[in-house]
């Protein structure tokens, strides 16, 4: 769902009650949208995020831990010298809607008292993070806004703070039953549903649903039509849904549909689909937002990668064009050779300043007659000598080409391989270990090291405990694919890999004993799943024993050649895949 005012009003009732009167012991901003308010308060720690995320803003405690860049940035700066040490008085959410402010006691630089207000707006590609002086000046915010940006407001440090531009709408804390009716009955063209979530601050299109059918009414029925026992059912319903936000009645929850996949998180109580309660809305939030947060990321900083890859991709495929044009050319060398040794074997009887002759083909059964064009101002021996040297360039050139083929078919696959392990990336240290490994291969320039910093460790292969108890490994990357498969594998292990299909590497570690045909079934699932071909169908994995497989010397990452092997044809899902138990490096 939208992360709505009724969501909001959840989180602000839960945090509010957890954090007023802490202190504010660190700030970090490990993104350029986010940032972290690390806080003790009552002899606890709460780390409190907040994020300005296009796609998922929001804000939560959270317990996920991350990277923090080697500088801070310049917004986290002004945070930790306004905020840092300073008290939290005050939570709120004005006129309920998606927008909260956090208000921070602190020292001024004359050593005074002074109440600073961390402002958080909730509004999809325009969220911001932004904080400002008791008097409303901005000090900064994490997005600047010009008005090249924006015509309507403009959001820059020194400027006074305004509001977003209000969308006349009701603040649904001031819910009145004639004010009620008098909406329903002034828009009697608008489908009820939509009606409720337009007309009222902090109702998204899923909560105006709800009321719908707490009250027995089609959110598709158009308001004119509607008798007044029903508007009156729609008021009273509502009216329950705002009395417990009022006496923060909350139920955080996750609705599934009969198949067990996710509808959407919800912080009361609903009456329909199957519901999963959690102990804690940002416990919900962070669960709910944790897959969708991470593919943002990812996407957002393997984008460069992508592109790079791509653009070699495209260098490879046009190459191979060229290559196969310069075969097409040169497929007549063996004629060239042929004319030569005809003119050659007739010596006599060609004489100079001839354009054309015929000449009897003695290599051929029939002995039929071939045509050859010849160059008049040349003696017939210089004209052989002319048609011999075409044929051994062309001969050099297809051997050249051959040989140039097979790399640039090698490096083809070896950068579809990598494109793949990109997509595949679910940690930021996978995405370094690859823009490492193009480093290394040349497709990126080398930088000097910088001094004094430590090396990030190594991330580690996906691991998997099949339905028999067998230890499945996942390569993320070539680096890892060649770790997996020539150091970590024991030779009686099971190794398998898409044919002829950019993907993974995967290792079932053997105990000994026949491996059972479930786990084998995962493993292939696994694989298809983990490859180039994940969304389509009855995809052809190989296996074998890990000691069939061998690596060519000079071969780049992650390419490897095997033998004796068997294949299965797999159709991978994301919802086989995930019953797969999954063990958290």
Not at 447 to 468: E, L, N
Request: with cysteine; charged share 30%; aromatic share 8%.
């Amino acid at each position: 769902m939208a992360f709505d005012g009724v969501t909001v009003s959840a989180l602000v009732s839960e945090i509010k009650n957890k954090v007023i009167g802490g202190r504010i012991d660190k700030i970090y901003q490990p993104e350029g949208d986010e940032i972290i308010l690390s806080i003790r308060s009552f002899g606890k720690a709460y780390k409190l995020l907040l994020t300005a995320n296009p796609s998922n803003p929001k804000f939560h405690f959270t317990n996920i831990s991350k990277d923090n860049p080697p500088e801070p940035p310049l917004f986290c700066m002004v945070m930790r010298k306004h905020l840092q040490g300073g008290k939290i008085i005050d939570i709120e959410q004005p006129n309920f809607d998606r927008m909260i402010n956090i208000y921070v006691e602190s020292l001024n630089e004359m050593g005074d008292h002074s109440v600073k207000k961390l402002i958080m707006e909730i509004m999809g590609r325009h969220s911001n993070i932004i904080l400002t002086d008791s008097d409303g000046t901005i000090l900064d915010c994490i997005k600047h806004i010009t008005h090249d940006k924006s015509s309507v407001r403009e959001v820059l440090p020194g400027k006074k703070y305004e509001m977003p531009p209000k969308q006349d709408k009701i603040n649904t804390l001031m819910l009145d039953k004639d004010n009620f009716f008098t909406v329903v009955k002034n828009n009697g063209a608008k489908k009820i549903q939509a009606l409720i979530y337009q007309s009222y601050t902090g109702i998204s299109p899923i909560m105006a649903t709800e009321i719908c059918t707490r009250a027995g009414t089609d959110g598709s029925d158009f308001a004119e039509t509607l008798s007044s026992e029903k508007i009156d059912r729609l008021y009273t319903e509502f009216k329950k849904i705002v009395d417990d936000i009022g006496s923060e009645n909350f139920y955080p929850c996750i609705i599934k549909d009969d198949k067990g996949n996710i509808i959407d998180l919800f912080p009361i109580k609903p009456s329909f689909g199957n519901i999963e309660k959690y102990e804690s809305m940002s416990a919900l939030t962070e669960d709910f937002y944790k897959t969708r947060d991470l593919t943002y990321r990812i996407n957002q900083k393997t984008q460069d990668l992508k592109k790079l890859i791509n653009q070699n991709i495209e260098r490879c495929i046009k190459k191979k064009e060229i290559q196969l044009k310069t075969l097409k050319d040169i497929e007549n060398r063996n004629e060239l050779r042929l004319y030569g040794e005809l003119i050659t074997a007739n010596i006599y009887s060609v004489k100079k300043g001839m354009t054309l002759v015929k000449l009897v083909n003695f290599y051929s059964e029939n002995g039929e007659e071939i045509e050859i064009e010849l160059d008049g101002d040349l003696t017939p021996a210089e004209n052989a000598q002319k048609y011999f040297k075409a044929y051994n360039k062309a001969k050099r050139t297809y051997n050249a080409i051959q040989e140039q083929i097979i790399s640039n078919n090698e490096e083809l696959a070896y950068l579809e391989g990598v494109l793949t392990s990109v997509n595949n990336c679910i940690t930021e240290q996978d995405i370094r270990e690859i823009r490492q490994e193009l480093r290394d291969e040349g497709y990126i320039k080398k930088v000097k090291a910088q001094k004094g910093k430590a090396s990030k460790k190594r991330s580690s292969p996906m691991h998997f405990i099949s339905s028999d108890g067998y230890d499945i490994y996942v390569g993320k990357n070539n680096v890892q694919n060649d770790e997996l498969t020539l150091h970590f594998a024991k030779p009686r292990d099971m190794w398998f890999h898409t044919k002829t299909i950019p993907g993974s590497h995967v290792i079932v570690v053997n105990k000994g004993e026949a491996i059972p045909d479930s786990t084998l079934n995962e493993a292939a699932m696994l694989s298809a799943y983990f490859s180039k071909a994940r969304n389509s169908a009855m995809v052809p994995v190989d296996y074998t024993e890990k000691r069939n497989v061998k690596k060519p010397n000079g071969a780049k990452p992650g390419m490897v050649i095997y033998e004796t092997n068997k294949t299965a044809y797999m159709t991978p899902s994301e919802e086989d895949i995930n019953k797969i138990k999954r063990i958290d490096q």
